[in-house]
Nanobody, 123 residues
Framework: QVQLVESGGGLVQAGGSLTLSCAAS????????VGWFRQAPGKEREFVAA????????DYEDSLKGRFTISRDGAKNTVYLQINSLKPEDTAVYYC????????????????WGQGTQVTVSS
């Protein structure tokens, strides 16, 4: 059974950058598309970005496209989320998830979820 572990979160000033990592253990990401989601206090978990099994296709939330970049490294069994020009409203717990394809990930029909990593952006 695949286990997902997020890392790379922390406290950063507005305008800075972070790269989050989602590492798989007990298996590989080869059979799954992978997505990133985030949840701020008092709000629903929202879709951020997703990448296909091969890495050839990506999907981004329209309002975030341009500052967020998703990528994957098959050799390291890891998916990344690079965030540039961080804003205070980016403060949230960020989760990664594995699913069958991009469309189902956007609909939160995921097979595996990580436990999340906290990103806090100060003004």
């Amino acid at each position: 059974q695949v286990q997902l572990v997020e890392s790379g979160g922390g406290l950063v000033q507005a305008g800075g950058s972070l790269t989050l990592s989602c590492a798989a253990s007990g298996g590989t990401f080869s059979s799954y598309a992978v997505g990133w989601f985030r949840q701020a206090p008092g709000k629903e978990r929202e879709f951020v970005a997703a990448i296909s099994r091969s890495g050839g296709s990506t999907d981004y939330e329209d309002s975030l496209k341009g500052r967020f970049t998703i990528s994957r490294d098959g050799a390291k069994n890891t998916v990344y989320l690079q965030i540039n020009s961080l804003k205070p409203e980016d403060t949230a717990v960020y989760y990664c998830a594995g699913g069958p394809d991009l469309a189902r990930l956007r609909l939160r029909l995921s097979t595996y979820w990580g436990q999340g990593t906290q990103v806090t952006v100060s003004s």
